[in-house]
């Protein structure tokens, strides 16, 4: 439980930081995702990073079973999947980020589950049990 709620306490501030950043700067993701779809070898790096993130998560956790927890083990594996498409289809993320990117509703609408995720983990991982 100790690992648990210490990942929860790195991925839910990091997430409720992300989701509160989409919906403060909503009105400049359009320029933001055109910037990033011109340039795929930013994608490509940031899927370096991801899969790094992702594949310590796993490594040090990897649980399927005991409630709230499996939340922190599907993120991290959807962290390696997000990493590896990133990495080996960088202008098809290209191509999803100047999609998405045209207007500012879908990155509020997106910001919702950071935010709901973030606050979720922090309850946990700072909450006594």
Known sequence: MATTKMIAGLMGPTLLAIGLAMLINAD??????KQISNDPGLIFVS????????????????VWSGGWRVV????????VIG?????FLPFWAASIAA???????PVRIGALLPLLLGGFL???AFSTD
């Open 28 to 33: 400049h993701f359009p320029e933001m995702a």
């Open 47 to 62: 899927g370096i990073l991801l899969l790094v993130a992702g594949l310590a998560i796993v490594r040090a956790h990897n």
């Open 72 to 79: 922190v083990t599907v993120l991290g594996w959807l962290a």
């Open 83 to 87: 990493g590896i498409l990133r990495m």
């Open 99 to 105: 999609t998405l990117g045209q207007s500012s509703t």
């Open 122 to 124: 922090t309850y946990k």
